[in-house]
């Protein structure tokens, strides 16, 4: 019986630790974006795209060795393909992600429609968008390709920093700061997803546009995140080869 506790306490406090971490990232992210005015408000791009890469440092270092801080379905998804993770976590993962995103969006809300701003119709909750949603008009293929390689680049690198426990004082900064570049590109473009639990919890609470186009910052996110998974697959089959082969020692 015991050990029956303790294993799903373990299971309790990875997921507790995804919840956390996402409703920061959300939150922060997110209300920045909101909170600040947007690309041409005070923080304007590059201190959004802060928001969102510190995010994810901090919580890297609060809960990296609880949970590996995947607050990212995409991410998670990427380490299911790539057998590092079981098909139960991965649905406890995103369970978690998305509760916690939800929840982030909902408190994100409150402080808006309490602060003298207009109301979420106004300021948006940091949703993602295309076409009229977008602010350079990216139409919807556009955003598409955008989101899978911006999302490629970030799962590709988290699956490479993460691989090596030499790289473990880093990992947290290395992947904060990819965030926040690819952030940089996709502000403009679509708002920047790259992480579905982050782009459905917005639209869930905007409705309308923002609701009806969530779908493709869903299903973009976790191509990329596959074709990273399939891509990192090969390097290390290819490493290993070559041990096996005696070219690396």
């Known amino acids: 019986m ?21 409703f920061v990232l959300v939150l922060f992210g997110c209300g920045t974006a909101a909170l600040s005015g947007g690309i041409g408000g005070v ?13 994810i440092v901090a919580m890297a270092y609060c809960i990296g060795n609880i949970s590996g801080c995947h607050i990212n379905p995409a991410v998670s998804f990427a380490m299911l393909l790539s057998r590092r993770m079981s098909g139960k976590d991965f ?47 990216l139409s919807m293929g556009g955003a598409f390709v955008v989101e899978v390689i ?27 700061l990819t965030l926040a570049f690819v952030h940089i590109i996709g502000i403009p473009l679509t708002g ?33 995140a596959a074709i990273a998974a399939v891509i990192w697959i090969g390097f290390m089959k290819g490493k290993q080869d070559k041990r096996e082969s005696g070219e690396i020692l």
Not at 43 to 50: P, Q, S
């Open 150 to 176: 911006l999302t490629f680049v970030f799962v590709l690198t988290v699956l490479g920093v993460t691989s090596s426990e030499k790289m473990g004082s880093v990992a947290g900064i290395v992947i904060g």
């Open 43 to 55: 923080t304007g791009v590059v201190g959004i795209a802060l928001a969102f890469g510190l995010s």
């Open 192 to 224: 920047t997803s790259v992480n579905p639990a982050r782009s459905l919890a917005p639209a869930i609470f905007m409705g309308g546009e923002a609701l009806g186009q969530v779908w493709l910052f869903i299903v973009a996110p976790l191509i990329g």
């Open 2 to 22: 015991s050990s029956l506790y303790y294993r799903r306490y373990h299971f309790m406090k990875k997921y507790l630790a995804e919840f956390i971490g996402t």
């Open 91 to 137: 649905i406890g993962y995103v369970v978690a992600q998305v509760l916690g995103a939800i929840l982030a969006s909902a408190i994100l809300m409150f402080i808006v429609n309490s602060a003298e701003l207009g109301g979420i119709a106004q300021t948006g909750l940091g949703q993602d968008g295309f076409g009229d949603a977008s602010f350079v008009g």
